[in-house]
C-alpha cells in the first residue's frame, strides 16, 4: 500500500503565492512521474504539472511562467511553487504518482488540498 499526503493549501490573495507539498510513503520500490492535478467546482481534474524522474517538467499552459514543480527523489516527495496565484487557480489540488512496487506500476493519489484565490 502507498499513502500520499499533500500539505500547504489554503486561502491567499490574488497575486499571492503558495507551495504545496506532497510525501509517498509506503511500498516503494521506485516513483517514475510525480505529479499535481486540480478540480476546481463544476470542472473536469486537470494536469497542473508533472514531472518524470531525471525528466523535463510539463506545465498547463495556464500555469506557465507563475508554477514551479519539483522533487527530491529520495524522500519521495514533490512540491509545487505556485507565485502570482489567479482567482482561476482556485481548485483542490491532488498529487499523484506512478508508483512501481515489486509485480505492479499503479497511480496512487494523495486527498487533496483546498487552494482558495480571493480579496
Known amino acids: 500500500q502507498v499513502h500520499l499526503v499533500e500539505s500547504g493549501g489554503g486561502l491567499v490573495q490574488p497575486g499571492g503565492s503558495l507551495r504545496l507539498s506532497c510525501a509517498a510513503s509506503?511500498?516503494?520500490?521506485?516513483?517514475?512521474?510525480m505529479g499535481w492535478y486540480r478540480q476546481a467546482p463544476g470542472k473536469q481534474r486537470e494536469l497542473v504539472a508533472t514531472?518524470?524522474?531525471?525528466?523535463?517538467?510539463i506545465y498547463a499552459d495556464s500555469v506557465k511562467g507563475r508554477f514551479t514543480i519539483s522533487r527530491d527523489n529520495a524522500k519521495n516527495t514533490v512540491a509545487l511553487q505556485m507565485n502570482t496565484l489567479k482567482p482561476e487557480d482556485t481548485a483542490v489540488y491532488y498529487c499523484?504518482?506512478?508508483?512501481?512496487?515489486?509485480?505492479?506500476?499503479?497511480?496512487?493519489w494523495g486527498q487533496g488540498t483546498q487552494v482558495t484565490v480571493s480579496s
Open positions: 499523484k504518482a506512478a508508483v512501481v512496487q515489486t509485480w505492479s506500476l499503479d497511480d496512487y
Open positions: 514531472l518524470p524522474t531525471g525528466g523535463i517538467p
Open positions: 509506503g511500498s516503494i520500490f521506485r516513483i517514475n512521474d
